[in-house]
């Protein structure tokens, strides 16, 4: 009786859609024009207006449900594309598409038997990419309902013009008398090993317990004397709330140069991130950090953040997801006596950080970020008396991300920095290159 009924149905709407075309002004050579151009704002409101005619007709279901997905309908999305697979049930395409609107709707368990579906039929790369995306998205986030735990190790090789931070020889000139060999920028290749692990625990309904363990070892080719490591841990309590998300978070790190331990840090943060759409969000912190240098007593201090960030991902042509950073701190010196923590310390800072992210496929990206900090300091550098130290720090970087295997990814990255400050002696630039292999778990 089942199959009868189904098979009944489709019949009808195979029939019903000559009599849609014969008595609407809906134009599908319009919405496809729309769809295609990735303007799925405009189709999802034109399809809409003929919903009640052409609905059943299974062309006109997929471009109206992915339309509906992408703007943020996927209640709408998915009951459409149900009827495209209820015609065409090895339509993997639709499936993919339904899948990806059960994910949305926060339909775990649906999406992932869907997306397993998908992949049992050996689809074409971009389609078994999407999926196995999904499916780790997913795990992600059942770590609300169940322990999870996930990782990834990384390499980069690659070449920095300006391994120390130093300065320009032709810019400070006039002050060269006072520097050694080490303070003018040196160039050199390097290689980075990195890799962090996080564990989640669900305690109660909406409550989470995470850590995270990371670590980054970068070893230059010459110039040892500047290899760095820095080891990191992370623990903290999650509060999932419908839209909201909270947390709280200690932080303690150990950074070493040379082998040496050069700075510590020990922190709190608190974070609050709030989903305005299924393609916006908007995130805020507050950050607190003691620093401690066993060797340079001058730089101890406290510093607090203040950062927003609103990030948006628009249904268009390549896909593109903007995203903006703005924040606000002050580092005040641990010893505010010394006239020294004035100039090298004691400061006030504000940032602006702009970026976008382009897909041109499923596995390949570029990402571009431009931004600029401003520092105040309290007083004027010994050097130059009669000026008071500010810095302007600028950045802008280029990332190509190649996602070439099922949890690996290639990056090449350029990244270019400029600090120019009223203390000549901290004016220098910086251009790194570098390629990295990441693989997750």
Same mark, same amino acid.
């Not at 151009?37 to 919903?51: E, W």
């Not at 926060?106 to 579906?117: C, D, H, N, P, W």
């Not at 006072?178 to 909406?206: E, I």
């Not at 409550?207 to 990371?214: D, F, I, M, P």
């Given at each position: %009786?089942?199959?009868?009924?189904?098979?009944?149905?489709?019949?009808?709407?195979?029939?019903?859609?000559? +009599?849609?075309?014969?008595?609407?002004?809906?134009?599908?050579?319009?919405?496809?024009?729309?769809?295609?151009?990735?303007?799925?704002?405009?189709?999802?409101?034109?399809?809409?207006?003929?919903?009640?005619? %052409?609905?059943?007709?299974?062309?006109?279901?997929? %471009?109206?449900?992915?339309?509906?997905?992408?703007?943020?309908?996927?209640?709408?999305?998915?009951?459409?594309?149900?009827?495209?697979? #209820?015609?065409?049930?090895?339509?993997?395409? /639709?499936?993919?598409?339904?899948?990806?609107?059960?994910?949305? #709707?926060?339909?775990?368990?649906?999406?992932?038997?869907?997306?397993?579906?998908?992949?049992?039929? $050996?689809?074409?790369?971009?389609?078994?990419?999407?999926?196995?995306?999904?499916?780790?998205?997913?795990? &992600? !986030?059942?770590?609300?309902?169940?322990?999870?735990?996930?990782?990834?190790?990384?390499?980069?090789?690659?070449?920095?013009?300006?391994?120390?931070?130093? &300065?320009?020889?032709?810019?400070?000139?006039?002050?060269? /008398?006072? #520097?050694?060999?080490?303070?003018?920028?040196?160039?050199? +290749?390097?290689?980075?090993?990195?890799?962090?692990?996080?564990?989640?625990?669900?305690?109660?309904?909406?409550? =989470?317990?995470?850590?995270?363990?990371?670590?980054?070892?970068?070893?230059?080719?010459?110039?040892?004397?500047?290899?760095?490591?820095?080891?990191?841990?992370?623990?903290?309590?999650?509060?999932?709330?419908?839209?909201?998300?909270?947390?709280?978070?200690?932080?303690?790190?150990?950074?070493?140069?040379?082998?040496?331990?050069?700075?510590?840090?020990?922190?709190?943060?608190?974070?609050?991130?709030?989903?305005?759409?299924?393609?916006? !969000?908007?995130?805020?912190?507050?950050?607190?950090?003691?620093?401690?240098?066993?060797?340079?007593? &001058?730089?101890?201090?406290?510093?607090?953040?203040?950062?927003?960030?609103?990030?948006?991902?628009?249904?268009?042509?390549?896909?593109?997801?903007?995203?903006?950073?703005?924040?606000?701190?002050?580092?005040?010196?641990?010893?505010?006596?010394?006239?020294?923590?004035?100039?090298?310390?004691?400061?006030?800072?504000?940032? =602006?950080?702009?970026?976008? &992210?382009?897909?041109?496929?499923?596995?390949?990206?570029?990402?571009?970020?431009?931004?600029?900090?401003?520092?105040?300091?309290?007083?004027?550098?010994?050097?130059?008396?009669?000026?008071?130290?500010?810095?302007?720090?600028?950045?802008?970087?280029?990332?190509?991300?190649?996602?070439?295997?099922?949890?690996?990814? %290639?990056?090449?990255?350029?990244?270019?920095?400029?600090?120019?400050?009223?203390?000549? #002696?901290?004016?220098? $630039?910086?251009?790194?290159?570098?390629?990295?292999?990441?693989?997750?778990?």
């Amino acid at each position: %009786m089942i199959n009868y009924s189904k098979t009944l149905l489709i019949l009808l709407l195979l029939l019903s859609k000559p +009599v849609f075309a014969n008595t609407t002004d809906f134009d599908p050579k319009y919405l496809q024009a729309l769809f295609n151009s990735y303007k799925r704002g405009q189709s999802y409101d034109y399809a809409l207006q003929y919903k009640a005619e %052409m609905e059943g007709d299974p062309y006109f279901d997929y %471009m109206y449900g992915v339309s509906a997905i992408d703007t943020g309908h996927a209640s709408e999305g998915t009951f459409a594309l149900e009827r495209v697979l #209820l015609i065409f049930p090895d339509d993997q395409v /639709a499936r993919l598409e339904l899948a990806r609107g059960y994910f949305n #709707l926060q339909e775990y368990a649906l999406a992932g038997e869907s997306f397993r579906v998908v992949l049992q039929t $050996e689809p074409p790369a971009q389609v078994r990419d999407t999926a196995q995306a999904y499916l780790d998205k997913i795990r &992600v !986030s059942e770590s609300r309902y169940r322990p999870t735990h996930s990782g990834f190790i990384e390499l980069s090789l690659g070449n920095d013009d300006n391994v120390n931070a130093g &300065v320009d020889e032709n810019a400070t000139f006039a002050l060269a /008398a006072f #520097l050694n060999a080490d303070s003018f920028g040196q160039d050199d +290749v390097f290689s980075t090993l990195s890799g962090a692990w996080t564990y989640v625990h669900p305690f109660s309904p909406g409550w =989470l317990v995470e850590s995270t363990l990371s670590g980054n070892f970068r070893k230059n080719k010459e110039l040892d004397q500047f290899d760095t490591t820095t080891g990191t841990l992370q623990l903290g309590v999650t509060h999932l709330q419908a839209s909201n998300k909270y947390k709280a978070e200690l932080i303690t790190q150990q950074f070493q140069l040379d082998g040496n331990e050069y700075r510590s840090l020990n922190g709190l943060n608190l974070n609050w991130q709030y989903t305005l759409s299924e393609r916006s !969000s908007f995130n805020s912190s507050l950050q607190y950090a003691q620093l401690d240098y066993p060797d340079f007593s &001058v730089k101890n201090s406290d510093l607090i953040t203040l950062a927003i960030n609103h990030t948006h991902a628009f249904s268009a042509y390549l896909q593109p997801v903007l995203f903006t950073t703005f924040s606000l701190g002050t580092e005040a010196a641990e010893d505010d006596t010394n006239p020294a923590t004035q100039s090298e310390t004691e400061r006030d800072i504000i940032s =602006l950080r702009f970026g976008v &992210v382009l897909s041109f496929t499923n596995t390949l990206a570029l990402q571009t970020t431009i931004g600029t900090q401003n520092s105040e300091y309290a007083a004027a550098p010994a050097l130059q008396p009669d000026t008071i130290r500010e810095d302007d720090y600028s950045t802008a970087d280029l990332n190509l991300i190649w996602a070439f295997a099922r949890k690996w990814r %290639m990056e090449t990255r350029y990244s270019y920095t400029k600090n120019s400050s009223t203390d000549e #002696l901290r004016d220098y $630039e910086r251009n790194v290159f570098d390629i990295t292999a990441n693989y997750t778990f």
